[in-house]
């Protein structure tokens, strides 16, 4: 249906323009029952997209801001694809203080999903030391030394207890900022996963001790190389996983 589905939302919706952000879908700002809001299409599974809001659902309920999804008008958070969430309106972080701050919000992020369930379909960096897909991954398209490194990299993540990772936080693109509060936008990574991987921030602003950003670092590298492989950013995080 594409973006005719925005019609299930208000049949006077509208598309404005569009927004730069993730290369998985078509995101534009929409007018919405006279209100600017940003609309998402993509080809995410029904499955998938209830993990996705529920889950801004639940921590919008526990005081975090981020992008709650509008419903249609006959009370669904997706359709057809699509999903239309409010407009969060705010700045990059800048400053160390700035980032300190989004380290906090993380933090908040994973101690309010503890045993949070998995995203359908997706793996975490401790199943893929076994799995070699899914989702956004496919380990059998990469290099097997690669593959080695990177597994070699979340090995050192056994044990860590798990939550929801937002998964691409240190991108000042997915933060919007003001004095009195931080958001965090572009949930479309999002899954669970050791919180380690969310803390690998400019400066070292989540205050990790050398050992824990070590681990953290390899880790989230390697995770980024699989992701979004294999154009030319993740051969670069690729190589700044250590050889075995």
């Known amino acids: 249906m594409g973006w005719e589905a925005l019609r299930q939302w208000d049949e006077d919706a509208v598309r404005i323009e569009p927004l730069t952000g993730g290369v998985a879908n078509d995101v534009w700002s929409v007018r919405v029952r006279g209100q600017i809001a940003v609309g998402r299409l993509g080809s995410r599974s029904d499955d998938d997209l209830a993990w996705e809001t529920e889950l801004l659902q639940h921590l919008d309920r526990a005081g975090m801001i981020v992008p709650v999804p509008i419903p249609t008008a006959d009370g669904r958070l997706f359709a057809d694809g699509l999903v239309v969430m409010k407009y969060i309106g705010g700045g990059p972080p800048k400053t160390g203080s700035d ?45 097997p030394e690669g593959v080695t490194r990177c597994r070699a990299a979340w ?68 995770w980024e190389a699989t992701v979004c492989w294999q154009d030319d950013y993740a051969v670069r995080r690729l190589a700044e996983v250590r050889a075995v």
Do not use: F
Not at 110 to 125: D, F, I
Not at 181 to 209: G, K, T, Y
């Open 99 to 143: 980032w300190r701050r989004v380290a906090d919000t993380l933090r908040k992020l994973h101690g309010l999903t503890k045993g949070w369930p998995q995203r359908p379909g997706w793996k975490s960096s401790i199943d893929l030391l076994h799995a070699e897909a899914g989702t956004r991954v496919n380990l059998a398209a990469m290099p």
């Open 155 to 222: 090995a050192r993540l056994i044990g860590r207890q798990t939550c929801v990772v937002h998964s691409n936080p240190s991108n000042p693109g997915n933060i919007r900022m003001t004095a009195d509060r931080v958001a965090l936008i572009d949930w479309d990574e999002s899954h669970v996963d050791v919180p380690d991987l969310d803390l690998v921030l400019p400066d070292n602003a989540a205050d990790l001790d050398a050992d824990a950003y070590d681990v953290a670092a390899q880790a989230s590298a390697a």
